[in-house]
């Protein structure tokens, strides 16, 4: 039996049973729809936003534009995938019906993900621009007790860097994207934030990995941040800025050490905000698949 605490966390991932709308869900204007007549308020600005984008947004990208928590974004996103009523005068060329011959304002774009390392591997060097009819949606964590998650981002997100809103807490969420013809990427940067903190529970229930950023002169100050991604057994590698040559098959026993996480965790060196480190940290963690 579910617990009531149980129920209350997962409340962030599905906010719509009926329609089934995740953080994940992404979702792209339809064009020439009309503006229905009991749009919320809320729901009007999301579909704005869309229709300002002109490409696929996940429900997260929408709530970091929009200052809000992610399930009112997704709240929004839930009344937009349904299909107007037949009052709503439609145009004559509106081409996109829902199955039953009603319009859509907005529609789904998500397919199923395969091999999310590799995908997110590509972010790291040159981005082919578009986007398909269905895209593969990925959530990477890039974990920190500072602010360096939030920097590691900057070279990666082609979107910019926006704080997501969250409840009181010690630490911040930082969300960025990228989207090609093949994929949406979600990233986001975890920094500070403790390892009791309710945020991890659907952090983890979303993403397919996650960076943790540690600094070369005091290794063990995300431990917290190690442990909660740990605990929630979400694919992890560890990324120590550094400037020194040290070798990495060496120095990983001791890294290791100070953040009690398993032997067999990768680690690796550089810089957080380097693509090419970025790339080497998401490659050593395909590897162990």
């Known amino acids: 039996m579910t617990s009531t605490s149980s129920r209350r966390l997962a409340e962030p991932l599905v906010v719509n049973g009926q329609c089934g709308v995740y953080v994940t869900t992404l979702v792209t ?15 009007s600005s999301a579909l704005d936003l869309l229709r300002w984008l002109n490409r696929p947004a996940s429900v997260l990208e929408l709530a970091a534009r929009m200052s ?10 839930a009344e937009l995938l349904r299909p107007l009523n037949s009052g709503d005068l439609l145009p004559a060329d509106f ?10 304002l907005a529609r789904r774009v998500s397919a199923p993900s395969l091999q999310p390392a590799s995908r997110l591997r590509a972010w790291t060097g040159p981005r082919p621009s578009g986007a398909g009819t269905e895209l593969h949606h990925d959530l990477w964590l890039f974990a920190s007790a500072d602010h360096s998650a939030r920097s590691a981002l900057g070279p990666i997100s082609p979107v910019g860097v926006m704080p997501l ?3 009181p807490t010690p630490g911040e969420l930082w969300y960025g994207a990228g989207v090609d013809e093949r994929a949406y990427t979600s990233l986001m940067a975890v920094c500070g934030l403790t ?4 945020a991890w529970e659907w952090l983890a229930r979303t993403a397919c990995g996650a960076v943790i950023i540690t600094s070369g002169q005091d290794v063990g100050a995300v431990r917290a941040q190690a442990q909660a991604v740990a605990a929630h057994r979400i694919p992890a590698v560890v990324l ?11 120095a990983a026993p001791q890294v290791l050490e100070a ?9 690796v060196y550089g810089s957080a905000t380097a693509r090419c480190d970025l790339n080497e940290a998401v490659r050593r ?3 162990r698949g």
Do not use: I, Y
Not at 95 to 104: D, I, K, N, Q
Not at 240 to 250: I, K, N, R
Not at 259 to 267: G, I, K
């Open 165 to 167: 809103a969250t409840p």
């Open 29 to 43: 204007a339809l064009p020439r729809a009309p503006l229905p007549r009991e749009l919320s308020e809320m729901a």
């Open 285 to 287: 963690l395909e590897e």
């Open 95 to 104: 081409a996109t019906p829902h199955p039953g011959g009603r319009a859509l």
């Open 259 to 267: 953040l009690d996480l398993a032997a067999d965790t990768c680690v």
């Open 240 to 250: 120590v800025e550094t400037g020194h040559s040290e070798s990495t098959e060496e």
């Open 195 to 198: 390892g009791e903190d309710s």
């Open 68 to 77: 809000c928590p992610p399930a009112a974004a997704a709240s929004s996103v």
